[in-house]
């Protein structure tokens, strides 16, 4: 599946559970180390290699690519602690669920990323990703209007792209497209 977009700065692969995005005051492995504190529990060797691999990844993801490449990489991570480790993973906004398919969720890293939204392909599960400044303002709007207070969104736009639209036909791009419209 296509990628997500890169990294703000560059990140050599040592160092990416250590690393501190600009904008953040935590590294992820400072942050996971302190959620799971907070649940009672210690970061494994099995959890930090997740959130290593998971960092390294700049494509869309599931839990059973994860565990072909650790078995692939002689690590030993068992299947039930990839699948638990996604779901903290989540809780705690380090990864999101970008959209489900047949075989299951598929994920990506949000550490260190600008906020984007997804257009999914029914045909050929294609997913690309885009930043919309105005779709952005009015979800704000939205929400002061009714006085909500938004923790996070996730937009996914369901439809065909333009290999795999029926009819073939393509649309001519927006004036503002590059300016994030």
Known sequence: MPGAFAPALPVQPGDVLTHKAPGESLS???I???QLARRGLKLTN?????LRTILQ???HFDAE???AKFKAEGVRVSRATVYRTL???CEIYLVREVFQAPSGAHYE????HEHHEHMICLTCNEVLEFVSRRLEHLQEEACRAHGFHARRHHLQVFGYCARCHPCKAGFPPLKNAAAGV
């Open 28 to 30: 992820p492995e400072q």
């Open 32 to 34: 996971l180390t302190r």
């Open 46 to 50: 099995e959890r930090r290699e997740i």
């Open 57 to 59: 990844t700049h494509q």
């Open 65 to 67: 690519w994860l565990c």
């Open 87 to 89: 779901g903290l993973l």
């Open 109 to 112: 890293h949000v550490y260190g």
